[in-house]
């Protein structure tokens, strides 16, 4: 499996000067990275920090948390299947939602191709500072991005007091006090942290201790070894509890040839049927998701 890094901050935060430390580390101990750059405009300038022998997806004019999401799996495909890489690093735009983008990784079609590593979610210091100054919706993203972080840079400390980065340091983990926050300027970080994320839930390892498996914001992927009835799996869905953001997958259903394509987001479920056979497995997005009862019928 590849892993993947996603990379999450505000426009300037500093997610392209982390991105460029994070390939050149990987490149000294003969990683072979690759990237995706997710941004709003027609020209995505930030692309020219990517050497020319690291495999590059763009997708501009859209975000891979709304309509998006379908472009995002035609690039993990096309990399998949036509890149030579093993490790992905996705910087998104500013503008995107961490739940979002984290949900635009996990189509059920890369399930055991893809291990997400964990969310860096790079913290401008200064403008946390001035933060009242953004919008309410500016302000709220900013917020949501910090609190669902596997991994906070605390960046642009150098353009602080001790005072001020002590304050700031102290706020964003009162927001995420399972994140570990880095210091940084210029966004240079130790690829050895990185490392030791994990916010995939893989059933064998749920109980080892690693950073990203207290943390709120997790994955789970679980295999039917049988066919289930339609009912009984709604029922059990609608148990969730709020903290429960996405899940999708393809699920067997009782009557059917194929798995229907299954997918869940704010208590809303959709059924699509397959014509074709594809692996019965489910990925659930959400906060602390290990402590989720699962169905008899699926498989650890």
């Known amino acids: 499996m590849k892993d993947v890094y996603l990379l999450s901050g505000f426009l300037g935060s500093g997610k392209t000067s982390l991105l460029s430390h994070l390939i050149a580390q990987f490149k000294e101990e003969g990683i072979k990275p690759a990237v995706i750059m997710n941004e709003l405009g027609k020209l995505n300038f930030d692309s020219r920090a990517v050497d020319e022998d690291i495999p590059l997806k763009e997708m501009l004019e859209g975000c891979i948390c709304c309509t998006g999401s379908e472009k995002m799996e035609a690039q993990l495909q096309m990399l998949l299947e036509g890149e030579e890489f093993d490790v992905l690093i996705i910087e998104t735009t500013g503008a995107a939602h961490p739940v979002e983008a984290m ?82 300027s210029n966004s240079k970080l130790p690829l050895s ?67 229907f394509l299954f997918q869940y987001a704010y208590g809303m479920v959709q059924w699509i049927p397959e014509y074709m056979k594809m692996d019965p497995q489910i990925v659930i997005i959400g906060d602390k998701i290990d402590k989720l009862e699962m169905m008899g019928s699926v498989s650890k």
């Open 193 to 259: 942290l990185i490392k030791k994320l994990e916010a995939t839930h893989h059933e064998k390892d749920i109980n080892e201790t690693a950073i990203g498996k207290q943390l709120f914001l997790s994955t789970r992927l679980y295999t039917f070894q049988e066919a289930v009835e339609q009912e009984e799996f709604e029922t059990w869905v609608r148990s969730f509890p709020d903290t429960v953001y996405r899940m999708k997958g393809y699920v067997p259903l009782k009557g059917h040839k194929y798995p």
């Open 103 to 184: 949900d635009a990784v996990f189509s059920p079609l890369f399930a055991n191709k893809l291990n997400m590593k964990g969310i860096i979610t790079v913290a401008d210091c200064k403008r946390w500072i001035d933060r009242d100054h953004l919008t309410p919706q500016t302000r709220m993203l900013f917020l949501e991005q910090i609190r669902h972080a596997h991994l906070i840079v605390a960046n642009k400390i150098d353009l602080l007091s001790d005072s001020e980065v002590a304050t700031v340091t102290m706020q964003l983990q009162s927001l995420n006090s399972s994140a570990p926050i880095i210091q940084t």
